[in-house]
C-alpha cells in the first residue's frame, strides 16, 4: 500500500467516524463521570471562544446547547458512549474542521461495514463488496431497509448527526451507506446491519457485520481480501492521468495535499502542457498540507503575482470585555454611544473578529511566464473536496480561464484549533472565516460555477473512461 493511499485510508478510519471508540485495555470505563464532564467544559471553552462560524449555526444557541448536553455527558454508560456524545455535540455547528477523533489506540478495535454505495437516482446501490461476506451481499442490490428503516431514515437517524460539514448537501454526500460514510463500530458491540436488499426483482433478506482487521491474522486469506477491498473501494480516489488526442484534454486526478500533489502533476506537467484544455479532478480530496499547492497554483495561474484568501479571526480583549458589561449592566441604554457600542460590545457577546494580517495578501509566482498553462482549466469537486483542496480552488479560481463543476465543496477552511484531551481524545475547532480572493465569504464551501452530480464519473476505476465522461459534461454544462 503506497505511503500517500495509506494515508487517506487512516484520514478516512478517523475523520469520518460517527461511532464509538475503544477504551484503552479493552476496557469500557477508564474515565470518570468527572472526567468526562470536565473534558467537556474544555470543548465547550474553546469552541465559546475560538469557532469562527457560529453565524453559521442558524437556530443553535451555544450556551443552551452545552447545558443541554450536560447531563447526556454525564449519563454516558461507558467510554465509547461517552467519546460518540462529544463527537455528535461538536456535529450540531456544522463545520467541516470541527469533530473529535478518538484516542490513537482506539484503531486498533474499531469496525466498519465492508462494502460501498451509490445513489441511482433515489434508490441505494450496493457498489463494492469485501470477498469476505461470501456472496450475502452483492454489487447491484438496491437496499430497501436497513436495521428496520428505510435508507434515508437511516441515513438521517444513524449517519448525518455524526458527520462534519458545513453545508447540508456535503454531509448527506458524506454520510453513505457503507464504508466509507457508515459509523465506525467497535469489536465488542458485535454490530450488523440486518437489511432487505433487492436482488433480480427478487426480495431477500441479508445480514451482514461490521469487520475488524485486528480480528484476523496478517497472513489469513480473511485479511488479504479486507486489504484488497480497501484497494478496490478507493480505486477511483487514487492519482491518476489521462489524456484524449482527439478532444484535446489532458485528465489528472490528484487525491490528497500531501507531497503527492505535487510530485505526481509535474510529472505529468510536460504531458498536460501539450493540451488546450485541463480537467482538475479534485473530488473526494480530502486536503492535507497548503504548502503542497503552491507550486501548482504557479504552473496554472497565469499571473506575475497570485493573490491569497482571506480570512479573519475571533478575537478576545477582558479590558473592553468589562468595559461593555458595565454599560450593560448599569447604565441607561440610551445614554451609551454608538461609537462605544461598536469599539466594546463585540467583545462581552464574543462576536469580535479581526483579520489576520500575518498571512500574505499575495504571493510572487515563481514560476516563468513561458512555463506556466495557458488553456482552459475545468475543476471537478464535490462535499468530500475538503481543507487544503478547497484552498487550492479559491486560489485557482482567479484564473479568469477556470471553471468549477460539480457540487458545493465540504467548507472545511482554515485552521483548525487541535487540542488533545486527558482521555487522548482529540478534537477541532475551526478558527478561520474564510474569504475567497474577492472576498466573498466561502465559510461554508465553494459554489461551483457549474452545478451537476457527478457522483457516478467520480466512482469509474478506468481513467481514461472517466476523461471521457467529464468531457461530455464540460461540452454539455460549459459550453465548450
Not at 451507506?177 to 426480495?203: A, P, Y
Request: proline content about 4%; overall charge neutral.
Amino acid at each position: 500500500m503506497n505511503r500517500v493511499f495509506s494515508k487517506n485510508v487512516i484520514i478516512t478510519l478517523l475523520l469520518i467516524f460517527g461511532g464509538v471508540i475503544a477504551a484503552q485495555d479493552n476496557s469500557l470505563n477508564t474515565i470518570s463521570p468527572e472526567q468526562k464532564l470536565y473534558e467537556f467544559s474544555v470543548i465547550y471553552r474553546e469552541l465559546y471562544y475560538n469557532f469562527a462560524n457560529m453565524d453559521n449555526c442558524h437556530g443553535i444557541d451555544i450556551d443552551s446547547l452545552y447545558r443541554e448536553y450536560i447531563p447526556v455527558i454525564a449519563r454516558t454508560k461507558d467510554d465509547y458512549d461517552y467519546f460518540r456524545t462529544a463527537h455528535r455535540f461538536l456535529c450540531m455547528f456544522g463545520n467541516g474542521h470541527t469533530y473529535c477523533i478518538p484516542p490513537d489506540y482506539a484503531t486498533q478495535n474499531s469496525s466498519r461495514p465492508m462494502f460501498t454505495t451509490k445513489r441511482v437516482g433515489k434508490n441505494v446501490v450496493v457498489d463494492k463488496v469485501c470477498k469476505i461476506y461470501g456472496g450475502k451481499i452483492k454489487s447491484g442490490d438496491e437496499i430497501l431497509t436497513i436495521n428496520g428503516m428505510t435508507p434515508d431514515e437511516y441515513m438521517e437517524k444513524m449517519l448525518l448527526p455524526y458527520t462534519f460539514a458545513s453545508n447540508i448537501e456535503a454531509k448527506k454526500e458524506m454520510a453513505q451507506i457503507g464504508f466509507r460514510g457508515d459509523c465506525v463500530s467497535f469489536k465488542h458491540e458485535n454490530k450488523r446491519l440486518d437489511m432487505t436488499v433487492k436482488r433480480k426483482n427478487m426480495e431477500e433478506k441479508v445480514s451482514v457485520p461490521f469487520i475488524s482487521f485486528s480480528d484476523y491474522p496478517t497472513d489469513s486469506e480473511q485479511y488479504r481480501q479486507i486489504y484488497d477491498f480497501y484497494n478496490t473501494a478507493y480505486a477511483a480516489s487514487a492519482d491518476a492521468f489521462a489524456t484524449d488526442k482527439k478532444n484535446d484534454f489532458a485528465y489528472i486526478k490528484l487525491a490528497a495535499c500531501y507531497e503527492q500533489f505535487d510530485k505526481f502533476f509535474f510529472e505529468n506537467y510536460d504531458n498536460i502542457a501539450k493540451y488546450k484544455n485541463l480537467i482538475v479532478d479534485l473530488s473526494d480530496n480530502r486536503g492535507g498540507g497548503g504548502q503542497y499547492t503552491y507550486n501548482v497554483l504557479s504552473a496554472l495561474v497565469d499571473r506575475d503575482t497570485i493573490l491569497s484568501t482571506r480570512s479573519t479571526t475571533k478575537i478576545n480583549n477582558s479590558a473592553k470585555k468589562a468595559k461593555a458589561s458595565s454599560r450593560i449592566y448599569y447604565w441607561n441604554d440610551s445614554t451609551v454611544s454608538r461609537e462605544e457600542k461598536d469599539m466594546f460590545y463585540p467583545f462581552f457577546y464574543n462576536n469580535a473578529f479581526e483579520a489576520i494580517d500575518w498571512l500574505p495578501e499575495y504571493y510572487v509566482n515563481e514560476i516563468p511566464d513561458s512555463l506556466r498553462y495557458k488553456g482552459n482549466i475545468y475543476l471537478i469537486v464535490n462535499g468530500c473536496t475538503v481543507s487544503a483542496a478547497e484552498s487550492f480552488v479559491a486560489m485557482l479560481a482567479q484564473n479568469p480561464k477556470v471553471k468549477i463543476l460539480g457540487r458545493q465543496t465540504n467548507g472545511a477552511l482554515g485552521q483548525p484549533l487541535v487540542n488533545e484531551l486527558p482521555s487522548g481524545m482529540k478534537f477541532y475547532i475551526d478558527t478561520y472565516k474564510t474569504l475567497d480572493t474577492k472576498g466573498i465569504d466561502i465559510s461554508k464551501g465553494i459554489q461551483p460555477d457549474y452545478y451537476c452530480d457527478l457522483t457516478d464519473i467520480c466512482l469509474i476505476p478506468n481513467p481514461k473512461e472517466r476523461l471521457r465522461r467529464y468531457i461530455e459534461v464540460v461540452k454539455q454544462q460549459a459550453g465548450r
